[in-house]
Nanobody
């Protein structure tokens, strides 16, 4: 199982970015994919998750209405569209995967078995 996160960069407040998480070695249908972020000096926090089986999505309150998670099963890839970015969204973003039965809607890091490397998102003017 491998996960490859990409798409980070520098963006001005109010701007947008789309992160991608490319999965290999497993089929999305049986897994949940979560996005997490970790800012300097802070704990890793859950941002969003999507169920590979039925497409159910969940979001942290801090990103609801601004971020959208989606998947392309043909490409085995999950996306995180981030709009109306704020300086407090600055962090290293990670994607992670776990069998669907192991995760809950609370998006807790300890529920996820497989992790990709992070991609840095910096929101600054």
């Amino acid at each position: 199982v491998q996960l490859q996160a990409s798409g980070g960069g520098l963006v001005q407040p109010g701007g947008s970015l789309r992160l991608s998480c490319s999965a290999s070695g497993f089929t999305l249908h049986y897994y949940a994919i979560g996005w997490f972020r970790q800012a300097p000096g802070k704990e890793r926090e859950g941002v969003s998750l999507i169920s590979g089986s039925d497409g159910s999505t969940f979001y942290a309150d801090s990103v609801k209405g601004r971020f959208t998670i989606s998947s392309d099963k043909a490409k085995n890839t999950v996306y995180l569209q981030m709009n109306s970015l704020k300086p407090e969204d600055t962090a290293v973003y990670y994607c992670a995967a776990s069998p669907i039965y192991k995760v809950t809607s609370t998006i807790r890091p300890y529920e996820y078995d497989y992790w990709g490397q992070g991609t840095l998102v910096t929101v600054s003017s």
